[in-house]
T-cell receptor, first 116, second 109 residues
């Protein structure tokens, strides 16, 4: 089946630095990918929709300059957390719509970001 | 706006059935999903139901949909320790998937 690979699985960074998270569709092309953020004991909150070859669509309240999304190819989307602060610490998950559309959304295994 | 509600915790004895309930608000939802998340991991799609269906059964999993009441349930028969996880109800409107807060299923020996 469709597989989405997300890296890194865990990252610890210092305040003020930037962190890049990659989301790859391994055996299919994904024109659209989604980035979610999950707070402890909370639901997944959709941050943005990443569109290959065009600008990402951000949800209300998400700072586009803070969370940079690049979807330069049909198999790779990246989320860069710029000038990270401790409040950015969270679990970030990407998702892609599998080939054929319909119900097929595949999720990455997530990235645990800790900003110290 | 769109909203998905589910209870946060459920404890069930091993071997019993687990029933996790969910309510949603978007009557135009096309698909409704149940996802499973184990600690520190991503989401695994367990099952889904199309909005024009009332019931779907897949091995130990049974999904019931009451579209009039906007109520979705997931029944896990013969609950095992490996079923211990957080279960997310989600609805899809267009391309977006809206998730509930998740129900943590705890299995009692």
């Amino acid at each position: 089946g469709a597989v989405v690979s997300q890296h890194p699985s865990r990252v610890i960074c210092k305040s003020g630095t930037s962190v890049k998270i990659e989301c790859r569709s391994l055996d299919f092309q994904a024109t659209t990918m989604f980035w979610y953020r999950q707070f402890p004991k909370q639901s997944l909150m959709l941050m943005a929709t990443s569109n290959e070859g065009s600008k990402a669509t951000y949800e209300q309240g998400v700072e586009k300059d803070k969370f940079l999304i690049n979807h330069a190819s049909l198999t790779l989307s990246t989320l860069t957390v710029t000038s990270a602060h401790p409040e950015d610490s969270s679990f970030y998950i990407c998702s892609a719509r599998a080939p054929g559309g319909g119900h097929g959304y595949t999720f990455g295994s997530g990235t645990r970001l800790t900003v110290v | 706006g769109e909203d998905v509600e589910q209870s946060l915790f459920l404890s069930v004895r091993e071997g019993d059935s687990s029933v996790i309930n969910c309510t949603y608000t978007d009557s135009s939802s096309t698909y409704l999903y149940w996802y499973k998340q184990e600690p520190g991991a991503g989401l695994q799609l367990l099952t889904y139901i199309f909005s024009n269906m009332d019931m779907k059964q897949d091995q130990r999993l049974t999904v019931l949909l009451n579209k009039k009441d906007k109520h979705l349930s997931l029944r896990i028969a013969d609950t095992q320790t490996g079923d211990s996880a957080i279960y997310f109800c989600a609805e899809r409107g267009g391309d977006k998937i809206i998730f509930g807060k998740g129900t943590r299923l705890h299995i009692l020996p």
